[in-house]
Structure formats: C-alpha cells, structure tokens
C-alpha cells in the first residue's frame, strides 16, 4: 500500500512569507507624512479605534497634513473589528475618493484597514468571503501605513488579519484570514507611542506577545526560520513587561516590548500559532472582549494542555523566563513554565478566568454593547457555552498548528477551567 506524505509529515513543505519595510525607534512617528507623501499618497483614510483623550490622532493628522496630504478620518473601527467596520470603512474610502490607508492604533485597527484594502481591490466583495488562506485574486490594493500605538499585535508586520461576522448573532464566528497581499507597505513602531496605552491593556497586548511567540515555538510546523525570534520575544517580554505595565514612561522597557512584540509577529507569521488564539478567537466571538485578555487567560491552560507533546520546548520557555532549571528535570521545568506564567499572570492583575469577565470588569470595555448588547452584564459558563466555544475552536484556522492533536472532547476540561477554575 502506497504511503502518502501527510501519513509521514504534517508539514512537509513549510512557506516563509515576507515581512514589509519597517521604522521603529524613538521619534519614528515624526516621519509620517514624509512617507505617506513618498509613497504617493495625497488624500488618505486614517483609521482608528479613536484613541480619544490621547492627542495622538491630532498630533499625527498635523504631520500628514503638514506634507500636503489630507486626512479623511474614520475612526469607528471596534475592538474585535466587525464584518461591517470593515466594509463601512471601504465605502468611506471610495466615496471620499482617498488613495491609501493609514491604520492607528493596535491590531485592530491594523487589521480593519487590511480588510478594507482587500474589499476595495475586489470591487466591494463582503469581507467574509476571505476568511482561510490566500483568497485575494486582486494582488493590488491600497497603499497602507501602519503605526502602533500598542506592543501586541504584530499585526504591522504579518500577512494575518482577523474579522469578526455579525452577519448571524446566534452564532457569531470570529476568522482569520493569511494573505501575502494584504502585507502593508510600512510599518512604524515607536515606544513613545505606547506611553498613554492604559496599565491593564498594556498587560493584555503583553500577553498577546507571549501568546504570538510561544506557539510558534511549540508548533507543530517546528519551523526552524522562526524560532530564534520567537525565543527572544519571550526573553524580552519576561524582562520587560512588568515594567512596561507599572512604569508606563520607562523608555528601555518600552522599547523593550516594541521590539518583542515585533520579532513575535515574525516569529508566527511562518511559524504558526495555535490553541491560545483559537480560545481567543472564539470567545471574542461570542462576548467581544479584548483580544490580549483572552490570551492571558487562556495562555496558561494551553500552555498544561500541550505540555505532553512539547515538553523540551516548554522547559526552554521557563528557562528563558527567568526560572533556573539547572536542578530541574525536563518535566519539572517545563511545569515551571506554566507556574511562571500564572505568576506574570497575577502581577500583572490578570482576571483568574472568564466567567469573572463583565461588562464593567476592565477599562474601555465593549462587553455587552452594540450587537452584543442582548448577552448581558456577564457571561454564561454554562456546559451549552463550554461546547461552543471548543466547537469554534475546532474550525479555527491557527489550530492546525497546535502541537498536540485537538478534538472538542479532549479541549473541553481545559475550556471549563478557563470559564469557572482559578489557579
């Protein structure tokens, strides 16, 4: 009998995919208009959460200005962007008959922008046709400057963007799409941006990082281009990340998480990702919360549930932590790794679980808003709840990454105890 090549290897082939041309520094955001102008654009769609009270959206429409490009501001991009964020934006695009994009803020607004792009190449298509991989047939879209305002979402620098679809709230689905066009044309990082990021969501894009370094350090995939920048991310997320959190105008600590969570987007961008983002993914669905915070309370479950198939890679991960393993064995580091988690997680003022989530639990909270207002104050950690979220997760698109096998019975005690267990 002939063997086929997925019965000896997962991944036989493995694509590294490029990142785009790149600022990052202090004072990186000044030059803002100097590229947009480079890059041929005169009248631009700046899209944005809001940032409202930061200043930075008026500092940064005076530098665009200042080249002689206009500014058409949209700034109603949601956390969790919306199928219809993004096809609002594109409208507002064409009909203010702009000629690029420039994204501000974190991944959601990064992320939106993609999708917008990828909606006004394909002459007004709905975005959640694009969900899965390489769906774009237009390989020209919008030119598109991303600037960070947050160390998390790597979204600047990979080839992923993630949608949400309202199109059915009885079953909300959260998607992810890979498309090597969607690449932005630059990227711009600057710590000094991240001053007035809030403590908690310092935190949350914090764990994010993490998050976006260790599964591709886990993965399945074992791709040997991302691992180095995946091991340092972590390095330097346990060195810095505390203090980014509690000193927020500490520039080494800053700058620190910019460029950990950069190299972490590189890392995943061929590397992979796996189970923390597919927990993520769907319990954003279903409740709209913030993204990072999901991966924190998610990060320390999946990190025990893969531990069995992965157990060398994660006694690294505590080793590069900060634990000294050196009287360890294999198996007691790599449980170390998940105790230095939990412990990051507890400084850090991570809530224990998500059924402790509720509509007034954190900062800027969307829970229970908008098209989620019907799923009131705080969230139902029923058995019903439990199954649909490992249901979603089975038809995530990063778990086919995750290093050991998944089905949504094997998940399930894992996703009880992120609902209602505490460590």
């Known amino acids: 009998m002939a063997i086929e090549m997925n019965q000896i290897w997962d991944f036989p082939i493995k694509e590294f995919h490029p990142f785009p041309k790149a600022k990052l520094g202090v004072g990186a955001h000044d030059m803002l208009g100097v590229e947009a102008k480079e890059l041929g654009m005169t009248r631009v769609l700046l899209m944005t959460t809001g940032l409202r009270g930061s200043g930075i959206i008026e500092e940064l429409t005076g530098k665009i200005e200042y080249q002689g490009v206009d500014v058409v501001l949209f700034d109603d991009v949601e956390s969790n962007p919306k199928d219809y964020n993004v096809m609002d934006a594109a409208a507002r695009y064409q009909s203010e008959k702009c000629d690029g994009i420039i994204s501000v803020g974190g991944g959601s607004s990064h992320d939106a922008a993609k999708g917008a792009r990828m909606v006004i190449a394909h002459d007004g298509r709905n975005i959640n046709e694009f969900e899965g991989f390489s769906k774009a047939t237009n390989k020209e879209n919008p030119k598109h400057i991303a600037v960070s305002t947050t160390a998390g979402t790597g979204s600047e620098t990979s080839w992923a963007y993630v949608v949400t679809d309202t199109s ?18 630059l990227a711009m990082d600057d710590p000094l ?10 935190a949350y894009c914090g764990f994010d990082v993490l998050a976006h370094a260790s599964e591709p350090y886990v993965s399945r995939l074992d791709f040997a281009p991302s691992l180095g920048n995946a091991k340092y991310s972590i390095e330097l997320t346990a060195q810095h990340l505390r203090t980014a959190v509690y000193e927020p105008h500490n520039l080494e600590a800053r700058t620190g998480m910019m460029h950990a969570q950069y190299i972490a987007a590189q890392a995943f961008n061929s590397g992979g990702l796996g189970l923390i983002h597919s927990f993520s ?11 990072g915070l999901n991966n924190a309370i998610a990060l ?6 893969n531990l069995p198939a992965r157990y060398e890679r994660f006694a690294e991960i505590a080793r590069l932590m900060g634990v000294d393993t050196s009287r360890m064995t294999t198996v007691q580091a790599a449980d170390a790794a998940v105790e230095e988690a939990i412990r990051l997680s507890k400084d850090l003022g991570i809530p224990e679980n998500f059924g402790s989530l509720t509509t007034t639990s954190y900062e800027k909270n969307r829970m229970g808003t908008g098209k989620y207002a019907d799923r009131g104050n705080g969230v139902d950690t029923s058995e019903e709840t439990a199954v649909a979220i490992a249901e979603h997760m089975m038809g995530d698109w990063c778990t086919p990454g995750n290093p050991r096998e998944c089905t949504v019975q094997s998940m399930l005690p894992m996703v009880r105890h992120a609902l209602t267990g505490s460590y």
């Not at 009885?170 to 044309?185: E, G």
Request: charged share 20%.
């Open 168 to 185: 059915d709230m009885s079953d909300p689905h959260k998607w992810v799409a890979f498309d090597d066009t969607c690449l932005v044309d």
């Open 193 to 202: 941006l991240y001053y007035s990021c809030p403590e908690h969501f310092t």
């Open 281 to 291: 993914h769907a319990f954003s669905a279903f409740y709209d919360s913030h993204h």
């Open 300 to 305: 320390p479950r999946v990190w025990e549930y």
